[in-house]
């Protein structure tokens, strides 16, 4: 059974850093793209920054320059650097796999359990 479990969320004051922290648990072959998305109280679910296995990265127009994301292949892990916090950016942020490869099995489409990210003004 493979697992994604975040950390790292929590309150900052606007203009703070917050790092966030997915590390994917179980034996692990190899994982395909990782991302990071959020989802406001009220709104839709937001793509916020996606990884690819070979380190290619992609950004919500709302966080580039702000945030970072970046993966340690072998510790199975992907982070997310988040810089000059807005009010706006407060949310649950999921980690989410495209494929993860196991011994068993493939798991397609797989997601944490989500860590809130609060940002005070």
């Known amino acids: 059974q493979v697992q994604l479990v975040e950390s790292g969320g929590g309150l900052v004051q606007a203009g703070g850093s917050l790092r966030l922290s997915c590390a994917a648990s179980?034996?692990?072959?190899?994982?395909?793209?990782m991302g990071w998305y959020r989802q406001a109280p009220g709104k839709q679910p937001q793509l916020v920054a996606v990884i690819a296995g070979g380190g290619s990265a992609n950004y919500a127009d709302s966080v580039k320059g702000r945030f970072t994301i970046s993966r340690d292949n072998a510790k199975n892990t992907v982070y997310l650097q988040m810089n000059s916090l807005k009010p706006e950016d407060t949310a649950v942020y999921y980690c989410h796999s495209d494929r993860v490869q196991t011994p068993a099995r493939w798991y397609y489409n797989y997601w944490g359990q989500g860590t809130q990210v609060t940002v005070s003004s």
């Open positions: 179980g034996t692990i072959f190899s994982i395909d793209g």
